[in-house]
């Protein structure tokens, strides 16, 4: 079954101790995407991967590091998470885009972080 | 100050009749457009898309309108079934491969 997979689904951590949210995709594509979810503001893009070893900053990238060391990995790393990084967290991915064509993005099921 | 706006936080529709979602956006060099539906846990997942070149785009019971000089674009449902009943998210890619959502609109098609 395509999917896009996240883990963990649901984490409570404290400020300051690193985390990783891992993201997986079995659908051999190439653009990768974090974004987080808070209310009023819709889906906020951190990161993005076009390829392996290619990253590039979204919106709102303060507070997060991310790799893509393999086509089908994107994690998000909090080196030193903070109470405002509390949101809800998709990663998606979709095949390559080109100048002018663009394709529709395959979402994760989401991971709900809490910083206390 | 937000790129894509979603001006109704919620909509309710009798089933059956059309449901109208609008989208607004300020930024010029967006290209392409998507609206995404989201279930309650659980991610957003594609609906449909439309690029700045055209003015419709057709699928099944959804449509999508794009008039680009009043940057305003508009998801069509018909009829309206409970099933469609989530939050809808419209998106817009710039040139540069960056992707802004509005905040949502939570229809709710009443049986």
């Known amino acids: 079954e395509a999917q896009v997979t996240q883990n963990p689904r649901y984490l409570i951590t404290v400020t300051g101790k690193k985390l990783t949210v891992t993201c997986s995709q079995n659908?051999?594509?190439?653009?990768m995407s974090w974004y987080r979810q808070d209310p009023g503001l819709g889906l906020r893009q951190i990161y993005y991967?076009?390829?392996?070893?290619?990253?590039d900053k979204g919106d709102v990238p303060e507070g997060y590091k991310v790799s893509r060391k393999e086509k089908r990995n994107f994690p998000l790393i909090l080196e030193s998470p903070s109470p405002n990084q509390t949101s809800l967290y998709f990663c998606a991915s979709s095949l390559r885009r080109d100048i002018r064509g663009s394709y529709e993005q395959y979402f994760g099921p989401g991971t709900r972080l809490t910083v206390t | 100050d937000q790129q894509v706006k979603q001006n109704s936080p919620s909509l309710s529709v009798q089933e059956g009749r059309i449901s109208i979602l609008n989208c607004d956006y300020t930024?010029?060099?967006?290209?392409?457009f998507l609206w995404y539906k989201k279930y309650p846990a659980e991610g957003p997942t594609f609906l449909i898309s439309i690029s700045s070149i055209k003015d419709k785009n057709e699928d099944g019971r959804f449509t999508v309108f794009l008039n680009k000089s009043a940057k305003h674009l508009s998801l069509h449902i018909v009829p309206s079934q409970p099933g469609d009943s989530a939050v809808y998210f419209c998106?817009?890619?710039?040139?540069?491969?960056?992707?802004?959502f509005g905040p949502g609109t939570r229809l709710s098609v009443l049986p």
């Open positions: 930024n010029s060099m967006f290209d392409y």
């Open positions: 991967s076009m390829n392996v070893e290619v990253t």
């Open positions: 998106a817009a890619r710039d040139y540069g491969q960056n992707f802004v």
């Open positions: 659908m051999n594509h190439e653009y």
